[in-house]
Every structure is written in C-alpha cells, then in structure tokens.
C-alpha cells in the first residue's frame, strides 16, 4: 500500500512524499508517540493523520490491535495522531532548548534533508538537521 501525502498541508503546490506500508496477512505494522496512548481505549476510534480512521480491539502494553473503519472520515471530533511505518523509519534524536535530548522516530525522507535544514515534526514543532545518515538522524529544536 502506497499513501501520498502533501509536503505541506497548505501549499500542495510543493508535492507530496509516499509512503509505502507493506501489508501482510491484512496487516500494517505502524509506530505511534507513547504520549498518545491516553487517546486509545477498545472500542475507541482515532483518525491515523493521512491514512485511514481505525477502531481499537485491544491495547496491551505498546500493542494495539485495530481494525480500519474508513478511508475518509467527517467525524472533526476524531483525535487525529502522526504515525510512521515500523518497516521504514528512522530513528532521530533531537536536543531541546534546555539542552537534554528527546528521542522517537521519524519518515525515513529525513534521510534525503541537507544538514542546516529546517523542517516541521507534526505536532512537535520545528527542527534543523544536523546530522542525517542511513541509520540515525540529529537534530536541534528551533520552535513550535
């Protein structure tokens, strides 16, 4: 499964990024942020940003087991959460303006961004690359 997504959601004149999700047995294994487990509860529906609307089946420990809804959704009321494709990311550190450091994961584009480059983490606010190979990426927060 293939999903494009804009560069930037208000200025589709800049492109898109694809995202390829490899499916088996009707399954796709996605990473999500520990922070929005407190969105999940069985039988509760969340928006995945960009892809599809999913109902929770269970959750136990960091697994969640969930059946897609709706390519589409009007539901606005929806918690909508970022996402990465567990097959295909890359593992980033960024350093706050505090100096400690936060970890997590990102698309695996952040590869291809040119050391000095300033992007936007969704919900998590903006970075300058300072260092991005085939196995991790660093990065210095700028702002929300």
């Not at 918690?79 to 097959?87: D, K, M, R």
């Amino acid at each position: 499964m293939k999903v494009h997504l804009p560069l930037h959601p208000q200025y589709p004149e800049m492109g898109t990024r694809t995202l390829a999700l490899k499916a088996q047995d009707g399954c796709v294994n996605l990473l999500m942020a520990e922070g929005d487990k407190a969105c999940l509860t069985p039988n509760g529906t969340v928006r995945l940003m960009g892809l599809f609307t999913i109902r929770i089946l269970s959750l136990e420990g960091n697994k969640l087991t969930a059946g897609r809804v709706a390519d589409e959704t009007s539901d606005t009321n929806l918690p909508i959460l970022q996402w990465v494709p567990a097959e295909d990311n890359l593992p980033v550190s960024v350093v706050l303006p505090d100096a400690t450091k936060t970890t997590g994961f990102a698309e695996s584009g952040l590869r291809k961004q040119a050391v000095g480059s300033v992007l936007q983490f969704v919900r998590f606010g903006f970075c300058r690359v300072d260092r991005a190979d085939t196995d991790h990426a660093a990065l210095y927060f700028a702002h929300n």
